[in-house]
């Protein structure tokens, strides 16, 4: 495994994170939980993420009490706050009162002192960024929180929150968390180069955009029983995936990993990875196996020639932009 600054900081985040959105949370999912995480330190992955909207704290709990026989130090834990987690009016958004209170409840679900990097997960328009800024230095400032990040902040929003940190000589952001494959590539144009300049790392989700870049979704065919394409009951962004000339295309890709010697999502991940602003690809496994195989796609290295082919593939479907 290899290892990354997380934008201009001096914390180290290997290359691939693993996730617990939509995987961990209920009992029966602990053992898995137990076991990718036991995978993923054996593959040298030091960097772990969740939030507390994931299953209304259900995802923390899991991930907590899977990461609790591991020394502390060892590890880089990251959460996240904005979504509702009560139905009350200050529930919710990036207040000063929602953050520190929501941070508060984070660490008990955690079972930890501290949060490496704390995320704002998602832009509140109905509280002053300067609120939120300062909510997050104090945090700092208690040692509750080591760094603090955004995610799916857009370069605007990320500007002017490093303006406002500049002039109130706040704590600078560290990162941010956008979503970020081959078919959602938005944050090239503008986020990219703007967090690049005020320091943020990307650490990215949903690389393998929802499992079609693993090439288990063909053309023409009904997802598999037990896929998430075919459970009802998950989130179904990737249902706008689900078509023909997208499932086409994967496949495409996967003759192209074939031919380099690497799996599909080896292949994506790398592509992901080739962005210098880019600290860490967050993946989502629910086993081990799968932990292993996207973690031997660090240090993998696109030549020229792969990912001019990769873009030739792309083509077809360059303006497709998943439903959101």
């Known amino acids: 495994m290899k290892y990354r600054n997380l934008g201009r900081t001096g914390l180290k985040v290997s290359e691939i ?3 617990s959105w939509l995987t961990y949370g209920t009992a029966a999912e602990q053992q898995a939980a137990d076991a990718c995480i036991e995978a993923a330190f054996e593959q040298g992955i030091n960097f772990f993420d969740t939030a507390n909207a994931y299953n209304r704290g259900e995802g923390e709990k899991a991930m907590g009490a899977a990461l609790r026989k591991y020394e502390r130090s060892s590890y880089v834990l990251s959460t ?5 987690m009560g139905d009350g009016p200050n529930d919710r958004g990036l207040s000063r009162k929602h953050i520190m209170e929501q941070c508060e409840a984070s660490l008990k679900r955690l079972g930890t002192d501290y949060i490496d990097v704390y995320f704002c997960h998602r832009y509140d328009g109905e509280t ?11 945090l700092t400032a208690q040692g509750k929180i ?12 990320i500007t002017d929150a490093a303006a406002i940190a500049d002039r109130r000589n706040l704590r600078l952001l560290a990162s941010n968390q956008p979503i970020y494959n081959l078919f959602e590539r938005y944050i090239e144009e503008e986020v990219l180069p703007v967090s690049q300049s005020a320091g943020l790392g990307q650490v990215v989700f949903s690389p393998l955009a ?3 870049l693993t090439g288990k979704y063909k053309p023409g065919q ?5 896929t998430r394409g075919a459970d009802d009951s998950v989130n179904q962004v990737i249902g706008s995936y689900l078509r023909d000339d997208v499932l086409t295309v994967a496949q495409e890709l996967n003759a192209l990993a ?3 010697n690497l799996k599909l999502s080896q292949l994506a991940l790398a592509w992901v990875l080739r962005q210098a602003g880019v600290s860490s690809a967050i993946i989502g496994a629910s086993r081990p196996e799968q932990v292993r195989e996207n973690a031997a796609a ?8 792969t990912i001019a082919e990769i873009d030739r593939i792309m083509e077809p479907v360059k303006d497709f932009a998943p439903a959101r």
């Open 210 to 212: 929802q499992g079609i």
């Open 258 to 260: 074939d031919s380099q």
């Open 128 to 138: 002053p960024v300067e609120e939120t800024l300062r909510a997050l230095d104090d």
């Open 17 to 19: 994170g693993l996730g």
């Open 222 to 226: 009904q997802p598999a029983a037990g």
């Open 146 to 157: 080591l760094y603090a990040g955004v995610s799916e902040w857009t370069a605007a929003q």
């Open 80 to 84: 996240k706050v904005f979504f509702p």
């Open 298 to 305: 660090s240090g993998v290295v696109l030549s020229e020639e």
